[in-house]
């Protein structure tokens, strides 16, 4: 069987926070990617000690091979910054073990599996979505989003997503419920209406709200030069050192921004474009394009 599964990495979440004591986040899928596929030699670059463990994990259910023999993972994602590397490369390797063994993907049972191991970002499901991310109790579809560029600026700090997700924050995360709250009607509402004003409106109520618990000392001063520059808001990483700036398509120079950005921050530090997408685990074949 020759086949090639692509799963989408994150901008961090278009926003984050706890209601009613569920960790909820809002899915910010960009195009950057984790591809894995079936091979005879495995390449086994980016074939950690996650994507081990729920392959373990898989083979106590599942009757077929989820060893991690013959798999070929590549990522173009950087780890622990908060693009949801980790749950990219879990969910491509269970894919392919999943077409290897039933010719379908289970996104119920990928989800189940991959929160077994560690919190796991929404972007495995199509869209925009709503997603429990600790226990995935909560999961429900916003919708696809409108064209919405990112220019990702990648800070020198990694966080390990399991340890920062075990803190007890819930007091923290009782006193900004109000702001979750605003954020998520406002980037549902965006979603629906197809308004990236309303969406990083939400997302930027989101990213300050989270500073009293991931401090990022250049947020605000980010998210000033963002506005100047006819941006429409700002995004993080909750759980990481990410920081996107939001731009409707055609409104900004890139050569322009990075200089704004170099003069703001003083050091060289990775800046991804990206573009917002809707998530999911693709299949296509080995060789081919996928869309």
Not at 231 to 253: E, K, W
Not at 254 to 283: D, F, K, S, Y
Request: charged residues 25%.
């Amino acid at each position: 069987m020759s086949f090639l599964v692509r799963v989408p990495g994150s901008c961090g979440e278009l926003a984050q926070g706890s209601i009613d004591g569920i960790r909820l986040h809002v899915s910010c899928p960009v195009n950057r990617y984790t591809w894995a596929a079936p091979e005879n030699e495995s390449q086994q670059r980016r074939l950690g000690l996650k994507v081990r463990k729920a392959l373990a994990l898989a083979a106590t259910f599942w009757k077929g091979d989820a060893s991690a023999d013959g798999l070929s993972l590549y990522s173009g994602l950087p780890v622990g910054k908060g693009m949801a590397s980790s749950t990219a490369d879990i969910a491509a390797a269970l894919a392919v073990r999943q077409m290897t063994a039933r010719s379908f993907i289970d996104l119920d049972e990928t989800a189940r599996l991959a929160l077994a191991v560690e919190p796991t970002d929404g972007v495995i499901f199509e869209g925009i979505t709503l997603f429990d991310h600790y226990r995935g109790t909560v999961r429900r579809g916003l919708g696809n989003p409108p064209s919405l560029d990112i220019l990702a600026i990648e800070f020198e700090e990694t966080v390990d997503t399991v340890s920062f997700n075990q803190r007890d924050y819930l007091k923290a995360a009782r006193e900004q419920t109000r702001s979750v709250l605003a954020a998520f009607g406002l980037i549902e509402e965006g979603l629906r209406e197809g308004c990236v004003r309303k969406i990083g409106e939400g997302a930027t109520l989101s990213a300050l709200a989270h500073q009293n618990l991931l401090r990022k000392p250049d947020l605000e001063r980010i998210l000033k030069m963002t506005l100047d520059l006819g941006g429409v808001g700002v995004n993080i990483a909750h759980s990481g050192s990410i920081v996107g700036m939001l731009f409707r398509p055609g409104t900004y120079r890139l050569g322009a921004v990075r200089r704004r950005i170099w003069n703001l921050l003083r050091r060289p530090l990775p800046i991804h474009p990206l573009q917002l997408r809707g998530g999911g685990i693709e299949v296509g074949r080995a060789g081919g394009e996928i869309e």
